[in-house]
C-alpha cells in the first residue's frame, strides 16, 4: 500500500503520511540530541520490565524548542485536543536516557532521579549519554509514546525541585505504598503524577521501597484509586433512570451505560479489522471483562491496562455524583488507530464522555437502541457476550 501511494494518494485513510510524520519529526531532533543534553526534565522517568528485578531505568528530558516549566509534553490530561500526528510528535521530543540497575538499589543517580520526579514542576536537569541517543520513536499499548533513547552517563538536578509540603509528609511517614498513594490522591494529586512516584520507589515502608515497571504501575494507580472510589459509590443510593454518555478521539468511541442497580461493571473492547493487532481479521474482533459488587480479584487478562484506565474514569464520575449504578462500557478501535497511544487515551476518552450532559431514558431497551445509532458492531453482538446485559432486574418491569 505504501509502495502505491507513495505518500499522495492517503490510501490508509489517516489523512497524513505516517513515514512523511516520521521524517518530519526525527531530523530536527537528530540535530538537538547530542551526547550531553540540557533541558527541563517533565518530572518523569521510565522503568522497564524485562529481566524484572534488575530493569532499565532512566529519567527523561524534553528537547523540544518549546520547552519551558510547563509539564503539557508530558501530562495527558493536557492532551485531549490534539490530534494523533501532533500527540507524537511532541512525544517524540522527550529523549529517555536508559541505565540497569536492581528495582531496591538506592544508588545516588537514582536518588537525584527521584528529587525530580517528585517536583510538581519541571525542573532543569544536565544528562550526559554514553553515546548519541538512537532516534526513534517507541510504543506501548500501555504507556505514552516515547522519543530517542540514550545510555546514560550521568545525570545531575541544576535547580531545586518543587516539591509540595503535603508529599514531604506523606513520602516521611514511609507507610505501605498502598495507603500513600491513597492518601496522595485524596489530597489532590492526580493518577499521573501517583503512576510516576510509585514507578520511582519512591513510596512503601523502609526497606520495602523499589522501583515499579512503568506499565504495572499505571495499572496500580490506576486499580488502587479507584478501589479506593468503590468503597464510597458503594454506599450511595443507585442511580434512577438509565445514563448515557458518549465520546470519541483517536479513532476510538466509547459509550457508557449507567442502569439502575447495585455497583457492577462490565468493559467491552470491539476491535475493527486493519488496526494494529486485527491486520488479518475480517470483523470485529470483540473481547469482554467483567466483575461483580464485591470487585474482582484476578488481573483483567484480556483488556490489561485499558479495563483499569476506563474503570478508573467511571468511578471517579460516579463519585461525583454521589451515585452507584451498573456500568458497562462500550469500547469501539477503528482503522485509523494503526499505532498505541497508551491506556491514558482510554482514561480521557471516558472522562470526556462524563463531561458531556448525559442521555436519560425511561428503558433499558430504549438506552440501548440509543448507543446502537454510534457503534458499528451490533447490538447483538455485546448482548452474547454480555453479564450485565442479559440480566433483568424487578425494577426494570
Known amino acids: 500500500m505504501c509502495l502505491t501511494c507513495k505518500g499522495g494518494r492517503n490510501l490508509c485513510g489517516l489523512g497524513y503520511c505516517p513515514l512523511y510524520e516520521k521524517m518530519k519529526i526525527q531530523a530536527p531532533i537528530s540535530k538537538s540530541v547530542g551526547e550531553e543534553v540540557f533541558g527541563p526534565c517533565p518530572p518523569n522517568l521510565f522503568v522497564g520490565r524485562h529481566g524484572y528485578p534488575r530493569v532499565s531505568w532512566g529519567p527523561m528530558v524534553d528537547v523540544s524548542e518549546t520547552a519551558t516549566t510547563s509539564c503539557s509534553n508530558d501530562d495527558p490530561k493536557t492532551w485531549k485536543n490534539l490530534s494523533y500526528s501532533e500527540l507524537i510528535s511532541i512525544r517524540s521530543n522527550v529523549v529517555r536516557s536508559e541505565s ?4 531496591n538499589s538506592t544508588s545516588k543517580l537514582l536518588c537525584d532521579a527521584q528529587e525530580a520526579v517528585l517536583s510538581v514542576k519541571p525542573v532543569d536537569v544536565e544528562v550526559t549519554f554514553s553515546r548519541k541517543p538512537k532516534m526513534e520513536v517507541s510504543f506501548s499499548p500501555i504507556t505514552q ?14 535547580e531545586n525541585p518543587v516539591i509540595p509540603k503535603r508529599v514531604d509528609e506523606v513520602v516521611e511517614e514511609r507507610m505501605l505504598a498502598v495507603e500513600a498513594a491513597g492518601l496522595l490522591w485524596n489530597s489532590g494529586f492526580d493518577v499521573y503524577y501517583l503512576t510516576k512516584i510509585l514507578s520511582g520507589g519512591i513510596l512503601g515502608k523502609e526497606g520495602q521501597r523499589k522501583m515499579v515497571p512503568t506499565r504495572w504501575s499505571i495499572t496500580a494507580s490506576d486499580d488502587i484509586v479507584a478501589k479506593q472510589l468503590m468503597q464510597e459509590i458503594r454506599e450511595f443510593e443507585e442511580v434512577k433512570e438509565f445514563m448515557v454518555f458518549s465520546n470519541e478521539y483517536l479513532h476510538n468511541r466509547f459509550e457508557v451505560l449507567l442502569m439502575p442497580g447495585a ?11 486493519k488496526t494494529l493487532w486485527t491486520e488479518g481479521a475480517k470483523a470485529f474482533e470483540l473481547v469482554e471483562e467483567y466483575e461483580g459488587f464485591g470487585g474482582r480479584t484476578k488481573y483483567a487478562e484480556k483488556e490489561g491496562g485499558g479495563y483499569y484506565a476506563a474503570r478508573i474514569a467511571a468511578c471517579e464520575a460516579l463519585a461525583k455524583m454521589k451515585k452507584q449504578a451498573r456500568v458497562v462500557v462500550f469500547r469501539e478501535v477503528y482503522e485509523g488507530y494503526v499505532v498505541p497511544l497508551g491506556v491514558w487515551q482510554v482514561r480521557e476518552n471516558v ?43 424487578l425494577s426494570e418491569f
Open 100 to 103: 540497569t540497575l536492581d528495582v
Open 145 to 158: 509514546p516515547m522519543g530517542p533513547s540514550g545510555p546514560l552517563k550521568s545525570f545531575r538536578v541544576c
Open 263 to 273: 455497583w457492577e461493571y462490565e468493559n467491552f473492547e470491539a476491535w475493527a479489522p
Open 351 to 393: 472522562r470526556q464522555a462524563f463531561e458531556k450532559p448525559a442521555r436519560k431514558f425511561a428503558t433499558r431497551e430504549e438506552a440501548l437502541k440509543d448507543i446502537a445509532g454510534r457503534l458499528r458492531l451490533e447490538m447483538k453482538e455485546y448482548a452474547k457476550q454480555s453479564v450485565v446485559l442479559r440480566q433483568r432486574k
